[in-house]
């Protein structure tokens, strides 16, 4: 038996030694087969130009293979930049043509506070070369592009840059590669999927049309918040068809929901050049069907809209459903909603496994009314604060960074989520009774105040001084002082103001007739709450402190007492201005007004710069921004305290009729150019007029709060 084992084990260590010596001989013999093949000592111009070339071509490798799959800000940003966030554009020297929506992306950038045109103070760095579609089929797709974002100056393997795409990959995968190694770069891409994206740093965006307005927006479509919420339709889709590929899996299976009554999924094969040649044996049938049925009467009049994906993981019918009020049903898995970071999708969309799709209808029918008309309530919320426009849809982007670079300031998910936004967010806590009084030295026609005759114990600002100075609200005065001649010592403000409240501290700025008012608001009022008046105005104590209990009524709106109104000639076909008193108002005169602190700053970080630079030349059409400004937050109509119509015993005394028309034609025009850079108009007209209670009335005087209002009318002017 042992002599067995040992033939055994003899004849295996043959066949090994013989196995290994063979492959030996094996590679022996193909090496000495290769032909020498004498390098030589220099390389063409030609030979050169496609290595280079070929360093630069497209890769084939599917996703996101690269080493940088795990950047997160902490990793692959240089905070150190960012003392400032701003936000640098690289100049075109490619001389490569963009298409309309990237013009208009660098547009929003350009208009916002966040622009800088130097790059050595730039936090953020954005391409000129337009990444949006890299699609290698379509007209719009650059190429070289890795050769391209090498050569500039600040690259630096894409370190603090925000690179934007709404297409990527081609026919037949789709896949999500760029065609360039984007590095350190963050990404804001639509139809991003949720193993692709890197948390903390890469931005999902919403797929937008090229028709998608470039600024303002159009109004979501819900007017009223009707309950019980449920529409004509209860679930709806008209959309394409796919009969093979990517995406074709749950639209192909839609017709099996398609009742004809309460659930119209319809489809169509009837799209591209080759449809025909592709059809299958539902095709007919399904074109003809889907003929028969109104897109946007589909949207306007269904509780749920479906919202499958198609080739890429996006669609643009989530903000067409969006937008409609229609409650988005998500069938796609694996996408990373947009800006998911920080809006609350489950608060306003479903998402479903594409797997139950035909029990969809089921479990939609589980979801109880009142959850419904919230969720119709969100879509509407979500539309108009952030994804109406490119411009919106560009500063959410901007902000996402903003706070995550500076997270001790980032707002909260209520504040992201709720009216007004994030756009608008203020952190500071806010005291109603903590108010700057602003009194502005208007001066007709850079007049010079002559002091004997002004400034006499007599004079009406004194007697403004008095008043505010002495009303338990006012926490600070501050005089705008806009003549060349030396204000009267600070002493002489406090003793002819007789103002007994030690509380009450007066400063005076220094200014001239084209300083900005509101800007000086901003840099100087401490306090949550500006009362601002001009020096002309003639108001009792009753009347403030009135109009004080109603801004603590309505903190969000401006308060006062000079109406204004705009209307649309339809002749003209452009907006009007007027202050002809009327029944009617939808903006609110500076004369003598109160509105939140926080519009003064936010006034200049939000409005855009090119609209402020317009204003800057024609200060007398402040007061239409402002009111546009704080109608475009509230979304709601100043708030008119009061009967009286006029303020100032000399509100066009000091003017010519050639200086009023003037200046009468000077709004015509501001109004409407507010409007074009604001892409909308937000003003909201209202009949509210808001008095005292028992004001004109035959109830005794004695016994009324307000008893001097009733007395002191516009006859007190003459």
Known sequence: KMKLQKRYFTLLLFATICVLSYRILQLRWRNSNKPNI?????ISQD???????????????????????????????????????????????????????????????????????????ACLFVLSLDTLDRDSLSQDYIRNMQYKVDKLEHWNNGENHLVFNLYSGTFPNYTEDLGFDIGRAMLAKASIATENYRPKFDISLPLFHKQHPDRGGDPG???????????????????????????????????????????????????????????????????????RWDYNNLLTNSTFCLVPRGRRLGSFRFLETLQAGCVPVILSNGWQLPFGEVIDWPA????????????????????????????????????????SSVRKIVMTTLEV?????????????????????????????RNMDSTCAVINMALPNNQIFQ???????????????????????????????????????????????????????????????????????????????????????VLNNEELIFMHQ???????????????????????????????????????????VMF?????????????????????????????????????????????????????????????KEDLATKFQEKQSCINRFVEDLGEMPLVASQLRLDPVLYKDSVSAMRKKYKKMENFGDNNLS
């Open 38 to 42: 004498a390098l030589k000592s220099y």
């Open 47 to 121: 030979e050169l130009q496609q290595l280079v070339l070929a360093q630069y071509q497209p890769t084939t490798v599917p996703g996101f293979e690269r080493d940088n799959t795990k950047c997160r800000m902490e990793t692959c940003f240089n905070f150190d930049r960012c003392q400032e966030f701003k936000v640098y554009i690289y100049p075109d020297t490619e001389n490569v043509p963009a298409s309309n929506n990237y013009l208009n992306i660098l547009q929003s950038i350009k208009d916002s506070g966040y622009y800088t045109e130097n790059a050595e103070e």
């Open 221 to 291: 479509y819900v007017k009223d918040a009707v309950f019980p919420a449920v529409q004509q339709y209860f679930l709806a889709f008209k959309g394409k068809r796919y009969v093979y590929g990517i995406g074709s899996e749950t639209r192909n299976s839609l017709y099996h929901l398609h009742n004809k009554k309460d659930l119209a999924l319809v489809t169509t094969c009837k799209h591209g050049k080759n449809w025909q040649d592709m059809q299958d044996e539902r095709c007919g049938e399904d074109n003809d069907e889907y003929e």
């Open 348 to 387: 306003a969309t479903i998402t479903i496994d594409e797997r139950l799709l035909l029990q969809v209808p089921e479990i939609l029918r589980t979801i109880p009314q009142p959850q419904i008309l919230k969720l119709r309530q969100q879509t509407q919320v979500i539309w108009d604060m952030y994804l």
């Open 401 to 429: 960074i903003k706070q995550r670079i500076n997270p001790h300031v980032a707002a909260s998910s209520a504040d992201w989520n709720n009216r007004p936004g994030v756009f608008y967010y203020d952190k500071s806590p």
């Open 451 to 537: 002091q004997d005759s002004t400034f006499s114990s007599n004079s009406n600002v004194f007697k403004l001084i008095q008043v505010i100075g002495n009303l338990p609200f006012t926490s600070e005065i501050i005089i705008i002082w806009r003549s060349k001649a030396s204000p009267p010592p600070l002493q002489d403000w406090q003793r002819f103001g007789n103002i007994r409240r030690k509380k009450t501290k007066i400063s005076i700025l220094i200014g001239n007739s084209t300083d900005d008012k509101i800007k000086m608001i901003a840099e100087n009022c401490k306090s949550d709450n500006v009362l601002l008046l001009n020096n002309d105005v």
């Open 550 to 592: 109603v801004f603590k009524e309505f903190p969000e709106r401006i308060v006062g007492f000079t109406p204004r109104l705009h209307h649309w000639d339809g002749e003209a076909k452009s907006w009007r201005y007027t202050s002809k008193a009327s029944f009617k108002l939808s903006m609110i005169g500076t004369e003598a």
């Open 596 to 656: 939140a602190a926080k519009y003064s700053r936010i006034f200049y970080s939000v409005l855009p710069r090119k609209t402020l630079h317009y204003m800057n030349q024609f200060l007398h059409c402040q007061d239409i921004l402002l009111n546009m400004l704080i109608s475009s937050i509230t979304r709601a109509a100043p708030i008119k305290v009061g009967q009286r119509s006029r303020l100032s015993k000399a509100e066009t005394a000091n003017f010519t």
